[in-house]
């Protein structure tokens, strides 16, 4: 869906790097979501955030770090890149009551 | 928190033939159960999704049914199409509070023409 955006969409980069993957919506959905897949492990999630200003851990938030300044934006970070971070990135958005927009995805390697 | 167990985690089936996916819930106040499908390299995209007050929903070939007092709902997808083979996501959400959504850990579904 062109309301939810992600960049960028493929990123190499090497071990101790930072790297920051961008997520945008246009819907002023409250609740952005930031999840990783890799084969055999479906869906699990990073960060959360209910609005503006407010986060939350995930299933796995270990060497991420997110913000939110604004209800558009979604930044996950990456301080220092390790190889078992790399995956599939999707962020998502939803309003309080219905189902979530995914992005399409930042395919991450880290070498 | 809320747990979703999904199963099976791989189903093939014969085209124009039903797939069934089941999952449950741990959290009876969960009341919002959307069910994606992914196809490969693509994003997950909600294909039909069912509230709490509500038993069964149907969209042309695909139904989902919930039972609230045993927790859990399950997909049903008649006449089969190669198009159908992808990976299904269920998941759940207590929107009372708008939080985090939990979600079971795939079926991948292979329709053979």
């Known amino acids: 869906d062109a309301g939810i955006t992600q960049s960028p969409r493929y990123k190499i980069t090497e071990t101790g790097r930072q790297v920051t993957l961008m997520c945008h919506q246009t819907w002023s959905h409250s609740y952005m979501f930031w999840y990783r897949q890799d084969l055999g492990h479906g869906l699990r999630l990073i960060y959360y955030s209910a609005a503006a200003d407010i986060t939350d851990k995930g299933e796995v938030p270990d060497g991420y770090v997110v913000s939110r300044s604004k209800t558009e934006n979604f930044p996950l970070t990456l301080e220092s890149a390790t190889r078992s971070q790399t995956s599939v990135y999707f962020c998502?958005?939803?309003?309080?009551?219905?189902?979530?927009?995914f992005g399409p995805g930042t395919r991450l390697t880290v070498l | 928190g809320e747990n979703v167990e999904q199963h099976p985690s791989t189903l093939s089936v014969q085209e124009g033939d039903s797939a069934v996916i089941k999952c449950t819930y741990s959290?009876?106040?969960?009341?919002?159960f959307p069910w994606y499908k992914q196809e490969l390299g693509k994003r997950p995209q909600l294909i039909i999704d069912?509230?709490?007050?509500?038993g069964e929903k149907k969209d042309q070939r695909i139904a989902v049914t919930l039972n609230k007092t045993a927790k859990h709902f399950s997909l049903h997808i008649t006449e089969t199409q190669p198009e159908d083979s992808a990976v299904y996501f269920c998941?759940?959400?207590?929107?009372?509070?708008?939080?985090?959504?939990?979600f079971g850990t795939g079926t991948s579904l292979t329709v053979i023409p």
């Open positions: 998941a759940a959400r207590e929107t009372n509070t708008g939080n985090q959504f939990y």
């Open positions: 959290d009876s106040a969960s009341n919002y």
């Open positions: 069912i509230r709490s007050n509500v």
């Open positions: 998502a958005s939803s309003d309080p009551y219905n189902e979530q927009f």
